[in-house]
């Protein structure tokens, strides 16, 4: 499996840039199965739905998201970790997503 979890730049707009343009590069070029961890990958909570969304237009085959009833009392990385409402929207938006796929 390979995973895209962003690449540390001199920006200090997110704690990394995902980078997405490696995920259809690396599905054509490999076997393997490519997923996105978007959490990690913007590092800010408000932005990991976009970027699921993002990531799931373009290829990948699985997210990686750090998910927790209430973020604020997560042991580690609250701040990129979603509530379970946005991980219902992330799963709507997949099922759109392969709607239009079709």
Same mark, same amino acid.
Request: charged share 20%; aromatic share 2%; glycine share 6%.
């Given at each position: 499996?390979?995973? %895209?979890?962003?690449?540390? *730049?001199? =920006?200090?707009?997110?704690?990394? *840039?995902?980078d997405?343009?490696v995920v @259809?590069?690396?599905? %054509?070029?490999?076997?393997? @199965?490519?997923?996105?961890? @978007?959490?990690?990958?913007v /590092?800010? =909570? =408000?932005?990991?739905?976009?970027?699921?969304?993002?990531? !799931?237009?373009? /290829?990948? &085959?699985?997210?990686?998201? %750090?998910?927790?009833?209430? @973020? =604020? *009392?997560?042991?580690?990385?609250? &701040? &990129?970790?979603?509530d !379970?409402?946005?991980?219902?929207g992330?799963?709507?938006d997949? %099922? *759109?997503?392969s !709607?239009?796929?079709?």
């Open positions: 499996i390979l995973c %895209e979890r962003g690449i540390r *730049t001199y =920006s200090n707009h997110s704690r990394n *840039t995902l997405l343009n @259809p590069l690396a599905r %054509e070029r490999t076997h393997l @199965p490519v997923v996105v961890d @978007p959490s990690h990958g /590092g800010d =909570s =408000s932005r990991v739905r976009a970027m699921s969304r993002a990531a !799931m237009a373009c /290829g990948a &085959q699985g997210l990686l998201l %750090e998910v927790h009833t209430d @973020p =604020s *009392t997560a042991y580690s990385d609250g &701040q &990129q970790t979603v !379970m409402d946005t991980l219902q992330i799963l709507r997949r %099922e *759109t997503l !709607m239009l796929a079709d």
